[in-house]
């Protein structure tokens, strides 16, 4: 069965430290692997993407991710935090074989504190 | 180039009553899914359209059902409304070529069930 996994609910980072939450994922097709960012009361906004090749991808206000396929995950992180990226992070996981259907994970609620 | 639209922006309905929502997909694409983000969850897959049919479905009960215009705008319906169907009701939309994997979120309707 499909499944993506954040186990991080909530994190707090200092604004200038890094950040990373993870993300893991279980699908039986060779997956696509997104990010997605939520502000309150907002829609999702993808931050970056992996379909293939290049493990390590660079997305927008910048984010980065690495897929690793021994782990079955895919990363999210930034050197360092501004007080604008708290809210909440998604992973979401698709294929083209299965109509593109996403599984999103629970989420990630990022706090940001000066 | 508008991206995807979606109306109305909040809704307050009483159990039992039924509720239409409609999205209007970015410009150029044709494959509508429909997606039920409760409070502190990640997105639920509902169901997806493509050529005016419904092509997969996620595990929700017959209350919900939709449509597909000939200009692929598409419409939720949910009936006999329960206080658990109070989400986020988020449409997102794609070009069913291939290759074209990215889906693009609207902004969501907010539907609170008393």
């Known amino acids: 069965a499909q499944s993506v996994t954040q186990p991080d609910i909530h994190i707090t980072v200092s604004e200038g430290a890094s950040l990373e939450l993870r993300c893991n994922y279980s699908?039986?097709?060779?997956?696509?692997l997104f990010w997605y960012v939520q502000s309150p009361g907002q829609g999702l906004q993808l931050l970056l993407k992996y379909f293939s090749g290049d493990t390590l991808v660079q997305g927008i206000k910048g984010f980065e991710a690495e897929f690793k396929r021994s782990q079955s995950s895919f990363n999210l992180r930034k050197p360092s935090v501004h007080w604008s990226d708290a809210a909440e992070y998604f992973c979401a996981v698709g294929a083209w074989n299965t109509g593109n259907q996403f599984y999103f994970g629970t989420g990630t609620s990022l706090t940001v504190i000066p | 180039d508008a991206g995807v639209t979606q109306s109305p922006t909040h809704l307050i309905k009483t159990r039992g009553q039924q509720v239409t929502l409609r999205c209007s997909p970015k410009?150029?694409?044709?494959?509508v899914s429909w997606y039920q983000q409760a409070l502190g969850q990640g997105p639920q897959f509902i169901f997806q359209?493509?050529?005016?049919?419904?092509?997969q479905r996620g595990n929700f009960p017959d209350r919900f059902s939709g449509h597909q215009f000939p200009n692929y705008s598409s419409e939720l319906n949910v009936n006999a409304l329960l206080l658990g169907d109070s989400a986020l009701y988020l449409c997102?939309?794609?070009?069913?070529?291939?290759?074209?994997?990215?889906?693009?979120f609207g902004p969501g309707t907010r539907l609170t069930v008393l």
């Open positions: 699908y039986g097709a060779t997956p696509y």
């Open positions: 997102a939309s794609r070009s069913a070529g291939i290759g074209s994997n990215e889906q693009f």
């Open positions: 359209y493509y050529e005016e049919e419904e092509r």
């Open positions: 410009s150029g694409h044709d494959t």
